[in-house]
């Protein structure tokens, strides 16, 4: 009989309980607790050195944690992997060199548990027309979508990417991420590192936030804007605009100018406006909107630098 625990570790794709790995006095990860569940997709974002990678690591069983635990469908991650419930991309990978696509993609799939046919699995990543061209000699993003078709060699449960459009051309990208909304329509689970934040907010359905191996921020992308609290304003002005006195207005986090074009951004919104008519301007096409997901990354960030420095 399956008890109300185990029923909840299996619906618990992947888990991170209290996860530590240091590198000498590098704190890669750092009390790492989170949970990601069956159909999510998720994007993991944080500056470089953050823990992306280490954590994806630590989730494929390619590094051991010092303290606390890592589970993959509530066993460990190797015993996931071996059950072919996990598909991987990573940034590292090095492919094997003097095979052509077709061996290496065929080879990938002979070893998956849940198997794929070869053809099927080069043609959803693209790479049909290279087959037979030998893996050292494609391009950086030829490569790349090569080990997305070994990704996707098998019918896993889990797809771990780690920084997967880098090197792709535009429709590349396209291209890759309606293969993964595919993936993810279908019930998998599927987690990626990027810096390509308008990625994470275009295809994520949850945001991580890392930051010296812990996590900053955990939810939609509308709520990690919404936690970065400032707003932009922009506005045309006339004539020589006073830029100190821009400076001087009230809850400003950035100014930028340029010719008549005014950028800020500010932490209250109708308190900065307000203070700009005081000054006795009189804006034209006044704009105020909420920050991006890249601005509201970096404002965070920012702030959680400013925080321990
Ligand atoms: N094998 C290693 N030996 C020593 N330090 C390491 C090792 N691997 C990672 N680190 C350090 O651990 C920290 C986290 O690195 P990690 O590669 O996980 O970050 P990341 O968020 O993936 O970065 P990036 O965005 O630059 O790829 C960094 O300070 C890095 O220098």
Redesign the pocket.
């Known amino acids: 009989m399956t008890t109300t625990a185990e029923t909840a570790a299996t619906a618990t794709v992947v888990g991170f309980d209290q996860v530590t790995k240091a ?2 006095d ?1 704190r ?1 990860v750092d009390g790492l607790t989170l949970a990601l569940h069956p159909g999510e997709t998720v994007a993991l974002l ?1 500056p ?7 954590t994806l690591d630590l989730l494929l069983g390619l590094k051991h944690a010092d303290s606390g635990t890592v589970s993959v469908f509530g066993t460990s991650p190797r015993e996931a992997i071996v059950a072919g419930r996990v598909g991987a991309m990573l940034q590292s990978g090095g492919l094997m060199e003097e095979v052509t696509v077709a061996e290496l993609v065929r080879l990938a799939c002979d070893l998956h548990p849940r198997r794929y046919k070869a053809a099927d699995v080069m043609a959803r990543a693209g790479i049909s027309q290279i087959a037979d061209r030998k893996v050292n000699k494609l391009s950086g993003g030829q490569a790349q979508r090569v080990r997305f078709a070994l990704a996707t060699a098998g019918d896993s449960d889990l797809i771990v990417l780690d920084e997967p459009t880098t090197g792709m051309d535009v429709s590349a990208r396209q291209a890759f991420w309606a293969t993964m909304r595919e993936q993810a329509d279908q019930g998998r689970t599927v987690l990626f ?1 990027t ?1 390509y934040l308008e990625e994470a907010d275009a295809i994520a359905d949850r945001v991580l936030v ?1 930051h010296r191996g812990r996590l900053l921020a955990d939810g939609t992308a509308a709520e990690i804007k919404a936690k970065a609290g400032a707003r932009r304003i922009s506005f045309d002005l006339e004539g020589v605009i006073d830029e100190t006195a821009l400076n001087g207005l009230p809850f400003l986090t950035a100014v930028d100018v340029s010719g008549q074009t005014v950028r800020i951004q500010s932490s209250d919104a109708d308190a900065t406006v307000h203070a700009l008519y005081g000054l006795g301007v009189y804006p034209r096409n006044l704009e105020v909107a909420g920050l991006g997901l890249e601005q509201a990354f970096v404002a965070i960030t920012e702030a959680e630098e400013a925080k321990q420095s």
């Open positions: 590198y000498g590098v890669a944080g470089n050195g953050a823990g992306k990678s280490t590192a810096h890392l």
